[in-house]
Each structure stands twice: as C-alpha cells, then as structure tokens.
C-alpha cells in the first residue's frame, strides 16, 4: 500500500518558483496582447502627444516585427499609416511614364502623346518630384508604424519624418521652377541651388542630435520657415516678370496654389487640433486633425502632379487654356 501511494504521489509534476514565474509572466503577456489598444493615461510618458485623443493607442512593443504587425490592427494610427503607405505603393504607377530617358512622356495617364523635345531637365523635373514625394510618404508610414516601439525609435523617426517633408518641399520645388522658368534656364538654375542649400540645411538640422537641443529649436523653426517662404518668393517673381496669366500658362499656377491651400489647411487643422479638441474622444480612431493632414498631403501632391503634367503639356504644345 506504501508502494502504491508513494509512486502515485510522484505522478504529480512537482513546481518549483521558477516555473510558477514563467507562467505568471506568460499570463500577463497574453493578457497584454489581448489588449491592444490602451487609453490616454494608460501609455508610457513618451508616447503622449495629444491629449484630445483619449484611446485607441498602442501599447509599447520594444519590437519591430510587433510594431510592423499592428498594421493590421484597429488603433488611432491606422490611417496615419494607410494613406501615407497607400500613397507609396501607388506612386510608381503614375510615375513609370516619366522615369525613362527616352525622348517622350505620355501626356497624361489616359491619353499618351510623342512630344520630341523633351529634354533632360523634364526628366530632371518629374524625378525630383516623384522622389521628394515617395521619401515624404515611405518615412512617414514607416515612422507612424514604428511610433509605438521605444522612446530612442519614436525619436529618431520622428527626424526622418520631418526629413521627409523637406524632401517633399525640396521635390516639387524643382519641379515647378523648372517649367515657370524654362524660359530663363540661368534664373532657373539659381533658384534650383537655393531650394537645393536650404534643404541640406534644414534636413541638417533635423537630423543631426546636435541640433535637436531646445538650445537650436528657434533655429530649426526658422530653417523650415524658410524653405517654406522659398517656394512663395520665385512665384511672386515669375508674376512680375511674367504676369499672373502667363506665368499660370507656363507652371500651371491655379494648380500651385491649389497645392498650397492643401498644405495650409492641413497643417493649420493639425496645429490647431481640430476637430478632436472640441470632442475629445470622438476623433480617436477617424477623422482627427492628423489623419485630416496625411488626406489632404495626398490631395496636394495630386494637385502638383496635376499640375506638373499640364505645364509639361503646354511646353510641349498643348495649350488648353481651360485647364
């Protein structure tokens, strides 16, 4: 009978504190995963940013591949990253018919032509463009999936993301000079060089840890307000050199300053933090002010690529003034 008991007894699997804490530690973490979103008060310190914003956040991953997994998830960055990722995997498309060498673009995306003096610096023009505009939206999907991963990751995308928008103005800023000033191509030159120093500058001090001291805070604000201005000051001179008329005839002016108001509007609403501070908790998953800008970025590079194939379609000979 002793036997017996004393072999039954040994049936058990003994425990010991070690195994006791790997299965404590496996249950928080399942039940961490479970939950995927986290309240306002509930996130690390770091990943605070808009208090109007009350849920839907991340948790912290401290992981990559988490953070790149979340992208199939539900949470208050889901169209931070989906329309910025959207705009990237879609821009080869549009651009493949102005990426070549050869000596024509198709007019349009639904009607080609054969214009047979293209030129390298149109090449030049829709290149800059295409490679401001994916640099913009790549860094910018990639920092809103990553946000989430550390304090050190948040940080350092954050820089690229800026860096993204200098590419972004840098771009269509060499794009649009190169067809409201094709007529002077030494002007032209001279404002590609300006444009060009300021965003090494500017990109400079975004990304160097140096500069990121609130020391040179008012000197990073004034880079970007220059860059900014250096895009108005060549319109207003085309205008006096050209007129209003003709200077839309040769750079599609309407569809500049369609672009403008774009970029305007977003980054107001965004700096305001409208509409969610006026509803916080309703705008958490839709329609926040940042989700507002990535749209309407989408909608002004549209608007200068728009724009960009009629000024070319006018050098090249056709003139429709209606457009």
């Not at 201005?229 to 060549?234: E, I, K, R, T, Y």
């Not at 969610?276 to 309703?282: A, K, N, V």
């Not at 958490?284 to 909608?299: A, K, N, R, T, Y």
Request: with cysteine; glycine share 6%.
């Amino acid at each position: 009978m002793s036997t017996s008991t004393s072999t039954k007894k040994d049936d058990f699997p003994k425990s010991s504190p070690l195994t006791d804490l790997k299965t404590a530690a496996t249950t928080l973490e399942q039940k961490a995963e479970e939950k995927l979103t986290f309240l306002y008060h509930e996130i690390e310190h770091w990943q605070q940013d808009n208090h109007y914003i009350l849920s839907g956040y991340r948790p912290a991953s401290n992981s990559y591949a988490g953070s790149v997994r979340s992208i199939a998830g539900v949470h208050n960055e889901s169209v931070n990253i989906w329309t910025h990722l959207f705009g990237f995997l879609y821009l080869p498309f549009p651009a493949s018919p102005y990426s070549s060498s050869h000596s024509s673009f198709p007019s349009s995306l639904l009607s080609p032509s054969s214009p047979s003096s293209t030129t390298s610096l149109d090449l030049l023009a829709f290149s800059a463009f295409f490679a401001g505009a994916a640099t913009c939206l790549g860094l910018s999907a990639a920092f809103h999936t990553l946000s989430n991963h550390s304090a050190a990751v948040q940080k350092w995308g954050n820089q690229l993301d800026y860096l993204g928008i200098v590419a972004l103005i840098w771009g269509s800023f060499v794009a649009s000079i190169r067809f409201g000033f094709r007529e002077d191509e030494v002007l032209m030159r001279r404002y590609w060089g300006m444009i060009t120093a300021l965003a090494i500058c500017t990109g400079t001090f975004t990304i160097t840890p140096r500069f990121r001291h609130p020391t040179y805070r008012p000197i990073r604000a004034t880079m970007f307000v220059l860059l900014g201005l250096s895009a108005v000051v060549p319109v207003f001179h085309g205008m006096s050199l050209y007129g209003v008329e003709k200077l839309d005839q040769l750079m599609a002016l309407k569809w500049v300053v369609l672009q403008g108001a774009f970029y305007i509007l977003g980054a107001g609403l965004y700096a305001a933090r409208v509409p969610e501070r006026f509803s916080p908790g309703r705008f958490d998953i839709w329609g926040s002010s940042h989700q507002i800008f990535h749209v309407l970025v989408l909608l002004a590079a549209a608007a200068h690529f728009t724009g960009l194939v009629k000024a070319f379609e006018r050098k090249h000979g056709k003139t429709d003034k209606s457009s």
